[in-house]
C-alpha cells in the first residue's frame, strides 16, 4: 500500500495569512503515460463529510475559492490557502488513487493563530 | 444536484454483520464515469478507504477488510450496499458514502460527492 504522511498534523496561521500543508507519497502518483498524479485534496470541517478541494493535484474542483491552490509532483505535494479565512478552519486530507488500495493521509489540523 | 444518503442500524454487537445503505438521488447510478464506494472514520481519527463497486457489479476492495466486506448494487433502486460481517469494536467508525469519479479501471478514482455519513458502533 502507498502510504501518505501529511506534514505538519496541526498548523495554526494568522487570518490573511498564508498556509501550506505538505504531502509525501511512499512512491510516485505520478503516471507517465498521461503525465497526471493521481493525487486529491480534501477539506473535512467538524461534523461534516470531507469536501473534494483539489484533484490531478493542481485541478481546482468546481466552486472551490482560488485562493485554495495545489502543486507538485511525483512524491511530493503541496496545498495552499493563499489568504486564510475563517472559514477555512478544518482538517485537510491528501488522498492518492493511482493504486488499490486509495489511500489518506493522516490529516492536517488547520487552526487560527 | 446529487445527493447520497446512507442508511443503517447504529448500533451493533461483537461478532454481527453490519449492513449499510446507500441511496443515490439526483443522478444516476448507472453512469459509466463513476464508481460508487465506501469511506470510514473511527471517531477522532483520519479516513479509511474500503472500496467502490461498478453499476455492472465489478468491486474493488482493500486488502486489509477483504475477507469480511461485500458491496453490492441495485441499480433499479438506485442504491448500493456495504456488508462487512464479524465485527468488532475495531469496526466502531462513521461511515461515508461516496461517488468516485472513474479515473481509470479496477476501481479507482477521486472522491466528489459524499454523504453526510452515518454513525456504526460495536458494543456488546
Known amino acids: 500500500d502507498i502510504v501518505m504522511t501529511q506534514s505538519p498534523d496541526s498548523l495554526a496561521v494568522s487570518l490573511g495569512e498564508r498556509a501550506t500543508i505538505n504531502c509525501k507519497s511512499s512512491?510516485?502518483?505520478?503516471?507517465?503515460?498521461?503525465?497526471?498524479?493521481?493525487l486529491a485534496w480534501y477539506q473535512q470541517k467538524p461534523g461534516q463529510p470531507p469536501k473534494l478541494l483539489i484533484y490531478w493535484a493542481s485541478t481546482r474542483e468546481s466552486g472551490v475559492p482560488d485562493r485554495f491552490s495545489g502543486r507538485g509532483s511525483g512524491r511530493d505535494f503541496t496545498l495552499t490557502i493563499s489568504s486564510l479565512q475563517a472559514e477555512d478552519v478544518a482538517v485537510y486530507y491528501c488522498?492518492?488513487?493511482?493504486?488499490?488500495?486509495?489511500?489518506f493521509g493522516q490529516g492536517t489540523k488547520l487552526e487560527i493563530k | 444536484q446529487l445527493q447520497l444518503r446512507e442508511s443503517g442500524p447504529g448500533l451493533m454487537k461483537p461478532s454481527e454483520t453490519l449492513s449499510l445503505t446507500c441511496t443515490v438521488s439526483?443522478?444516476?447510478?448507472?453512469?459509466?464515469?463513476?464508481?460508487w464506494g465506501w469511506i470510514r472514520q473511527p471517531p477522532g481519527k483520519g479516513l479509511e478507504w474500503i472500496g467502490t463497486i461498478d453499476y455492472s457489479g465489478n468491486t474493488n476492495y482493500t486488502s486489509s477488510l477483504k475477507s469480511r466486506v461485500i458491496i453490492s448494487v441495485d441499480t433499479s433502486k438506485n442504491q448500493f450496499s456495504l456488508e462487512v460481517s464479524s465485527v468488532t469494536a475495531a469496526d466502531t467508525a462513521v461511515y461515508y458514502c461516496a461517488r468516485h469519479f472513474k479515473t481509470g479501471n479496477h476501481g479507482r478514482g477521486y472522491c466528489d460527492s459524499w454523504g453526510q455519513g452515518t454513525l456504526v458502533t460495536v458494543s456488546s
Open positions: 512512491q510516485s502518483v505520478l503516471y507517465s503515460p498521461n503525465n497526471r498524479n493521481y
Open positions: 488522498q492518492q488513487y493511482y493504486s488499490s488500495p486509495q489511500t
Open positions: 439526483g443522478g444516476s447510478i448507472s453512469s459509466s464515469s463513476y464508481y
